[in-house]
């Protein structure tokens, strides 16, 4: 079936940086877009990044550019969020999730999902 697992996630002060995996089985990895949103309690979950099938047009929301990197090495099955000079506003449950577009900022348009991982950013 499909999974997708995420993994990385924990306890940082601000101004650190966290890597967080997401290994994906089930499906054709390579045949599918990626992103990763975040979460927190009683919010909606909000875009982060999202790269293509290829690893190109990476695409992140504005308030994490210049700050986070996602990649892909789909010999791995694996998407990465690396997240360089975190702040508490990024403490959130990320998600990963995979999308059969070629390249999107809408929940609506991802197929799968995994269970999250939380980041809480200490001041």
């Known amino acids: 079936q499909v999974q997708l697992v995420e993994s990385g996630g924990g306890l940082v002060q601000a101004g650190g940086s966290l890597r967080l995996s997401c290994a994906a089985s089930?499906?054709?990895?390579?045949?599918?877009?990626m992103g990763w949103f975040r979460q927190v309690p009683g919010k909606e979950r909000l875009f982060v990044a999202a790269i293509s099938r290829s690893g190109g047009s990476p695409y992140y929301a504005e308030f994490v550019k210049g700050r986070f990197t996602i990649s892909r090495d789909n010999a791995k099955n694996t998407v990465y969020l690396q997240m360089n000079s975190l702040k508490p506003e990024d403490t959130a449950v990320y998600y990963c999730?995979?999308?059969?577009?070629?390249?999107?900022?809408?929940?609506?348009?991802?197929?799968?999902w995994g269970q999250g991982t939380q980041v809480t950013v200490s001041s």
């Open positions: 089930g499906f054709s990895f390579s045949s599918y877009g």
């Open positions: 999730a995979a999308t059969g577009k070629y390249l999107s900022n809408r929940y609506e348009d991802y197929n799968y």
